[in-house]
């Protein structure tokens, strides 16, 4: 079965321009979530869609957007980017909304803004 | 607040001995705790969760981990390591009614031949 899968891999942005990044979940999982992880530090929640609706931000500026599509995907949008975006962004994928249900990760894509 | 705190960055044991990986949360509320582990170029991986049944939690590859209420504390232990375990280990808290993960800063495990 096809784990949780993100594109692209790896990005290179420079300062001010957007970035869009996909993730597909898990077959039959409606939840998306999504998490940045700076170097040397664990993951920061930024999103949580469940059924397409938002359930859920963290403490993140209103550059960064997401949304969810009828057949679950989802992207995470970062407009104005800056040096400190630079980062991994991990997605994943659960059953439901509740955090209590395990999540399964996808490898994350690399974003470097220079 | 709801914090999550990992004290170590780094545990180096050789390869047959005990692990111990300490974690300390602190929660207004009934916490649900996780450990994931991240292995270099793969994604995150569940290891075990608490969610207020037994207080000692059995995961997959030998680790447990024990909820200690009174210690705000859920330390992840193995009795023998493996090569394969090296990887980075996270402790993750949910508050409780709360969808945020909670993530501590990661333990970086080290296994010496």
């Known amino acids: 079965d096809a784990g949780v899968t993100q594109s692209p891999t790896h990005l290179i942005k420079t300062r001010g321009q957007h970035v869009t990044l996909r993730c597909s979940p898990i077959?039959?999982?409606?939840?998306v979530s999504w998490y940045q992880q700076v170097l040397g530090q664990g993951p920061q929640f930024i999103f949580q869609y469940y059924e397409k609706e938002e359930r859920g931000r963290g403490n993140f500026p209103d550059r960064f957007s997401a949304r969810q599509f009828p057949n679950y995907s989802s992207e995470l949008n970062v407009n104005a980017l800056l040096l400190g975006d630079s980062a991994l962004y991990l997605c994943?994928?659960?059953?439901?909304?509740?955090?209590?249900?395990?999540?399964?990760f996808g490898p994350g894509t690399r974003l470097t803004v220079l | 607040a709801q914090s999550v705190t990992q004290l170590d960055s780094h545990v180096s044991v050789s390869e047959g001995t005990p692990v111990l990986l300490r974690c300390n949360y602190s929660s207004s509320y009934s916490p649900s705790l996780f450990w994931y582990v991240q292995h270099p170029n793969k994604g995150l991986q569940l290891l075990l969760k608490y969610t207020s049944a037994a207080t000692l939690v059995k995961g997959i590859n030998g680790f447990e981990a024990e909820f200690k209420k009174s210690e705000t504390s859920f330390h992840l232990t193995k009795p023998s390591a493996h090569m394969s375990d090296a990887a980075e280990y996270f402790c993750?808290?949910?508050?409780?009614?709360?969808?945020?993960?909670?993530w501590g800063a990661g333990t970086k495990l080290i296994i010496k031949p």
């Open positions: 993750v808290v949910i508050p409780g009614g709360n969808y945020q993960l909670i």
């Open positions: 994943a994928s659960s059953t439901r909304d509740s955090s209590y249900n395990e999540q399964f």
């Open positions: 077959s039959g999982h409606k939840s």
